[in-house]
């Protein structure tokens, strides 16, 4: 097993593709692709040091204010649909109201991205190309060797795990994104272990949460009313996927994480399992090609 360049080159064709045409209102489909591809190449290219090219770095950092202007989009796009799946009995009105604040800051959010793209069209194909043709030398590359690069990155990422040492609805969002850049370096591997699933499995319950409580936070400033039901069932539901987001957190870490000490007296620390150390080992060696 190695890295499966093939996963890179799909995630930079689709990325051109995004930067020829994007509609002035694309469809929620098209905004979660162009964000995932987009952070993905972010944390690849930083794994395999390619960020420390003047044309990658410049192409990251570009991808990076695209991808959060789309993000915005995808936001509103999630809570819309989220918002969709409550029923509260003599909340009608609210839920309209909260809808339509929803389906007008999308537009707008929507035609600000297309403006940037539409900006950055020419350059960002051009840095696209480069940057497919600086991949097929990175990966031919024997020292240092790109496989161990990634490696490396990703056993860095894995043994932080457990850093915060207790989670709480102050740093689960950020260890979201912690769990998100180690899986897309893990993912380089042609094929995924359990540990992968997980962290996935992991990262997504803590996006859904965190997902319900900016849904709470829009529907606080655009609902004026005392005593709105709908708003109540918006926080009892936040409550709910943050426990479950903890619990499934928590778990990640007690499968992967193990604990030592030497001696009653003796430094504390955390160490891989060797299921999830696999993960990161399959990366290091020779690199495959697809055909």
Known sequence: MAIDAEKIHKSLRKLR?????????????????????????????NA???????????????LRRIRKRAGKVRDLDVLTGDLATVHV????????????????????????????VAKKRAVLKQRLHKASASLEKILQKTEPHPASLAAAESLR????????KRLNKRNLHGYRLKLKQLRYVLELAPDHPKFVDDVG???????????????????SEVLDHGNCKLMRKLKETAD????HAHRVAERLRATYLKSSSHGRKGPHRVELRQSAMAASAALSEDITRAA
Do not use: M
């Open 240 to 243: 709910t996927k943050y426990a």
């Open 157 to 164: 990422l894995s043994s932080e795990l457990e850093i915060p």
């Open 48 to 62: 395999l040091s390619l960020d420390s090219e003047k044309n990658e770095r410049r192409l990251v950092k570009g």
């Open 17 to 45: 593709k995004f930067a020829v045409k994007l509609s002035r209102d694309p469809s929620p489909g098209k905004i979660h692709k162009l964000r995932t591809n987009a952070r993905k190449l972010e944390s690849i290219f």
């Open 201 to 219: 499995e992991a990262k997504d319950a803590i996006g859904e949460w965190h997902d319900w409580e900016e849904l709470v936070a829009i529907a």
């Open 89 to 116: 009995d003599g909340e009608t009105d609210c839920q309209v109201r909260l809808l339509e604040h929803l389906g007008a800051e999308r537009q707008k959010q929507a035609g600000k991205l297309h403006k940037l």
